[in-house]
């Protein structure tokens, strides 16, 4: 049995994809017992290959789905729906991201499982809503468009653009993440279940922040600034000799320290650039004077005399370099794990919540499709007990 914060917590998971998964991955890192229930064609990430992890399993699975076990219930068939519904009845979470209407089809709604199981907390994730919205696809790319975020994502001169990763998803799936943990503090003082419903755009209008509210404050929406920011200057990706660097001067006292160490200190003084209000309305000719000295020499070194300064500055870093960065500070950003069944090997990033009591575990990699159908078949003649991984 896993230890952790979460120990002693199930969860039937049907959800697929990455928003559900990245929530239930998350229950899983702190000790829950998360039962992935699956079609027999698995999860449509099983298939987003390449690449692939050297057993030749999908990454893009195993990145959110580690510390699971996987379990195939054909809800088409009376036996798998029969599977089903036995796991939700020794279950305290289910979650699921179907469209609205196809859980209500099968019987494995909030109502009719509540009706068995009232302590159940259960987690519906939509791209917009139950209502309105119900029929829209919920594709981060989509929600990226219509919630806004493509609008003042890129060059001012070229296309809109989206974010490199699934932000929209993993956004919603940390949501997702605390909704439940409420819910199941809510339970420990009442006793009772409760819903937690979660949706794409409403995750990303109020991951907006800043953007959101000065939209809502003077009815102008923002424009594309590329990697400058809209009210701190300069905050923003400059070219140094070799490669790029990024240079996030957040106050005049740090903007002092920067021209010093620039070997420009009389930009500090210059009334244009004295403010951050006054940096922000001379933005172009700020960049003007900058971007001559940062050419002189390489980013790295750079980097070394801002930081020396206590300006924040940092190199662009690809991927590897990141990772990378981060071991170089102690942070043991990356975990491996092996399946003990197996033998495969997985590598994935660290659980970035750390508790001193009750750290999280990587216990697992991402489960085979119906790895653990056989040791599920066991319970079936004793639908209320639990089976432990």
Same mark, same amino acid.
């Given at each position: 049995?896993?230890?952790?914060?979460?120990?002693?917590?199930?969860?039937?998971? $049907?959800?697929?994809?990455?928003?559900?998964?990245?929530?239930?991955?998350?229950? &899983?890192?702190?000790?829950?017992?998360?039962?992935?229930?699956?079609?027999?064609?698995?999860?449509?990430?099983?298939?987003?290959?390449?690449?692939?992890?050297?057993?030749?399993?999908?990454?893009?699975?195993?990145?959110?789905?580690?510390?699971?076990?996987?379990?195939? *219930?054909?809800?088409?068939?009376?036996? =798998?729906?029969?599977?089903?519904?036995?796991?939700?009845?020794?279950?305290?979470?289910?979650?699921?991201?179907?469209?609205?209407? /196809?859980?209500?089809?099968?019987?494995?709604?909030?109502? %009719?499982?509540?009706?068995?199981?009232?302590?159940?907390?259960? *987690? %519906? !994730?939509?791209?917009?809503?139950?209502?309105?919205?119900?029929?829209?696809? =919920?594709?981060?790319?989509?929600?990226?468009?219509?919630?806004?975020?493509?609008?003042?994502?890129?060059?001012?001169?070229?296309?809109?653009?989206?974010?490199?990763?699934?932000?929209?998803?993993?956004?919603?799936?940390?949501?997702? $993440?605390?909704?439940?943990?409420?819910?199941?503090?809510?339970?420990?003082?009442?006793?009772? =279940?409760?819903? /937690?419903?979660?949706?794409?755009?409403?995750?990303?209008?109020?991951?907006?922040?800043?953007?959101?509210?000065?939209?809502?404050?003077?009815?102008?929406?923002?424009?594309?600034?590329?990697?400058?920011?809209?009210?701190?200057?300069?905050?923003?990706? $400059?070219?140094?000799?070799?490669?790029?660097? /990024?240079?996030?001067?957040?106050?005049?006292?740090?903007?002092?320290?920067? &021209?010093?160490?620039? =070997?420009?200190? %009389?930009?500090?003084?210059?009334?244009?650039?004295?403010?951050?209000?006054?940096?922000?309305?001379?933005?172009?000719?700020?960049?003007?004077? !900058?971007?001559?000295?940062?050419?002189?020499?390489?980013?790295?070194?750079?980097?070394?005399? $801002?930081?020396?300064?206590?300006?924040?500055?940092?190199?662009?870093?690809?991927?590897?370099?990141?990772?990378?960065?981060?071991?170089?500070?102690?942070?043991?950003?990356?975990?491996?794990?092996?399946?003990?069944?197996?033998?495969?090997?997985?590598?994935?990033?660290?659980?970035?919540?750390?508790?001193?009591?009750?750290?999280?575990?990587?216990?697992?990699?991402?489960?085979?499709?119906?790895?653990?159908?056989?040791?599920?078949?066991?319970?079936?003649?004793?639908?209320?007990?639990?089976?432990?991984?």
């Amino acid at each position: 049995m896993a230890d952790g914060v979460l120990a002693g917590i199930r969860v039937a998971d $049907f959800s697929r994809v990455l928003a559900g998964p990245y929530a239930t991955m998350m229950l &899983a890192d702190f000790g829950a017992d998360v039962v992935k229930i699956e079609s027999p064609a698995g999860d449509d990430t099983r298939s987003w290959r390449p690449p692939v992890d050297a057993a030749g399993e999908s990454t893009y699975f195993g990145a959110v789905n580690r510390n699971k076990r996987s379990v195939v *219930c054909d809800l088409g068939t009376d036996e =798998g729906l029969a599977t089903a519904k036995r796991l939700t009845e020794t279950a305290d979470v289910v979650i699921e991201n179907f469209r609205p209407g /196809v859980m209500e089809r099968f019987g494995l709604d909030e109502a %009719s499982l509540r009706a068995v199981n009232p302590g159940l907390v259960y *987690c %519906s !994730i939509t791209g917009f809503g139950r209502d309105a919205g119900a029929a829209l696809p =919920g594709y981060d790319l989509l929600v990226q468009a219509v919630g806004g975020l493509m609008s003042i994502t890129g060059s001012p001169d070229g296309e809109p653009s989206k974010v490199g990763v699934a932000l929209v998803d993993v956004l919603t799936g940390l949501n997702a $993440f605390s909704g439940i943990l409420l819910a199941l503090r809510q339970r420990d003082a009442t006793g009772r =279940g409760s819903r /937690v419903d979660v949706d794409l755009l409403g995750s990303l209008l109020a991951a907006l922040t800043n953007q959101a509210s000065s939209t809502l404050a003077t009815g102008r929406a923002p424009a594309r600034l590329g990697n400058a920011h809209p009210s701190i200057a300069p905050y923003e990706l $400059f070219r140094a000799s070799d490669r790029e660097l /990024v240079v996030a001067v957040g106050n005049d006292r740090q903007f002092a320290a920067f &021209a010093e160490a620039l =070997g420009a200190s %009389s930009l500090a003084e210059d009334p244009r650039f004295a403010t951050n209000e006054a940096r922000v309305g001379n933005r172009d000719a700020l960049r003007a004077a !900058i971007e001559p000295a940062l050419a002189a020499r390489p980013a790295a070194e750079w980097v070394s005399a $801002f930081s020396a300064a206590r300006v924040p500055a940092g190199l662009v870093n690809n991927v590897a370099e990141a990772f990378a960065f981060a071991a170089s500070l102690g942070l043991d950003p990356v975990v491996t794990t092996t399946d003990p069944a197996t033998g495969r090997v997985s590598r994935q990033p660290a659980t970035p919540i750390h508790l001193d009591t009750a750290p999280a575990a990587h216990r697992t990699p991402a489960p085979l499709l119906g790895e653990h159908d056989a040791r599920w078949a066991q319970q079936h003649d004793h639908p209320g007990e639990r089976t432990e991984p």
